[in-house]
């Protein structure tokens, strides 16, 4: 059975950091392609990062360019997010997404974790 199990989340204040992690068990890890994603209340869930299974690709929403960054560790089966120069409008549950190819959808994501809560006050 493969859990991916987010942690990192919090409270923090505008222009603050924050460094998601997921870790992943039951998973083929290394050769999987990995995602963040976020749904704030009343939004539909939406694409964040993603990094390939070597790490030498990523994506990121254009939301986020430049201050976040997608990477992974496949010895310590670990995917991370660090999170720089928080808004608010970063506020959402940010969810951590395994699939077999490299995506920015929804659709090709077969595993989610529960999600951890980022909210970031003015």
């Known amino acids: 059975q493969v859990q991916l199990a987010e942690s990192g989340g919090g409270l923090v204040q505008a222009g603050d950091s924050l460094r998601l992690s997921c870790i992943p068990s039951?998973?083929?890890?290394?050769?999987?392609?990995m995602g963040w994603f976020r749904q704030a209340p009343g939004k539909e869930r939406e694409f964040v990062a993603a990094?390939?299974?070597?790490?030498?690709?990523?994506y990121y929403a254009n939301s986020v360019k430049g201050r976040f960054t997608i990477s992974r560790d496949n010895a310590k089966n670990t995917v991370h997010l660090q999170m720089n120069s928080l808004k608010p409008e970063d506020t959402a549950v940010y969810y951590c997404?395994?699939?077999?190819?490299?995506?920015?959808?929804?659709?090709?994501?077969?595993?989610w974790g529960q999600g951890t809560q980022v909210t970031v006050s003015s």
């Open positions: 997404a395994a699939s077999s190819i490299l995506a920015t959808r929804t659709s090709p994501y077969d595993y």
């Open positions: 990094i390939n299974w070597s790490g030498r690709t990523t």
């Open positions: 039951g998973l083929a890890f290394s050769s999987s392609a």
